[in-house]
Every structure is written in C-alpha cells, then in structure tokens.
C-alpha cells in the first residue's frame, strides 16, 4: 500500500475544470486485489474535442478496459481527464493513442484497452482501437489477439 495516497478530486465539491488538455489531473489509487486478473470496463459517452484543421467539436464515446496491477485510476479524476479535451485539437486516432498512454503511465496496468467511437461528420464516423498488453507477459500476446480480432463482429450502427 501507498502511504501518499491523496485524492484530490474524489468528493471535493470545489472542482476546477480545466479546458486545455491535462493528463496531470489523473490520480491512481492501490488495487486491493493485484493476485486477481479482471478487467474494469469505462463508458464515457459525453467525450469531445476539437479537429485540429477546422476546429469543429467532435463527439464520442470512449471505452477503456483494463485490467489492472498495482494500481487503479480514480473515476472522478479520469472524468475531469476526458473533460480536459473538450477544447484540445487532435484527431480522433491521436485522442484515444493519448488517453491510452496517460493511462499506461499513470497506473502501469496488465492490459488496457481505448476504443473510440466517434459520430459521424461529412459522411463517415471513425472508431479507432488501441491496446497494449505489459511486455513479456501473457497479457503482452492478449493485447495482439485482441487487436487482430477486436471487430470481428462490429455491432449494427444505426444510432449515430
């Protein structure tokens, strides 16, 4: 267990929403079941940014699945996280590589997972996938099974 374990966004009433993108925001808290493989799913259907040509929002839901090591992201913190690319440009491959990434960093999971699903503007929507499976362990060869398999099946648009 962590002795500085500090959450500052969980239950502070007085929360600063920050408008450029800040993966500062994120916080991690001690997994108390690190002996137990299971995946902890995020649906976040409100995620927005901007396209980095036009500056037009673009709107998604982001799903992230992870299992996790050591340590978790906390919930309030991660929304705050996604808020925080409400007015940063990049496109949609480039948001869920990020968010990804911040995540790796912040709490080191076994796997994770960021699947975009963004709606549709002139015509064409983009779901981009990314995963990433910690090296040199059976997760290493999950995070290639799922990504060469992951859409197999894709579902029937039509809410979007």
Not at 58 to 87: C, G, Q
Not at 111 to 135: A, C, H, L, M, Q
Request: one cysteine or more; charged letters at 30%; hydrophobic letters at 30%.
């Amino acid at each position: 267990m962590r002795d500085d374990l500090e959450l500052n966004s969980l239950g502070n009433k007085n929360v600063k929403y920050d408008f450029g993108y800040n993966p500062d925001i994120l916080e991690s808290f001690d997994n108390k079941h690190p002996d137990n493989d299971y995946f902890v799913k995020f649906n976040c259907p409100e995620f927005t940014s901007l396209c980095p040509i036009t500056g037009q929002p673009d709107f998604a839901t982001i799903y992230i699945s992870y299992v996790p090591d050591k340590l978790m992201v906390e919930s309030k913190s991660l929304k705050l996280y996604l808020f925080s690319f409400r007015n940063h440009g990049d496109f949609h491959e480039d948001c869920v590589n990020i968010i990804m990434k911040d995540l790796i960093k912040l709490m080191q999971p076994k796997y994770i997972e960021v699947w975009g699903k963004f709606t549709p503007r002139g015509g064409i929507s983009i779901d981009p996938y990314v995963n990433y499976g910690k090296e040199n362990t059976k997760w290493e060869e999950v995070a290639f099974n799922r990504l060469a398999n992951h859409d197999l099946y894709p579902e029937k648009v039509d809410n979007r």
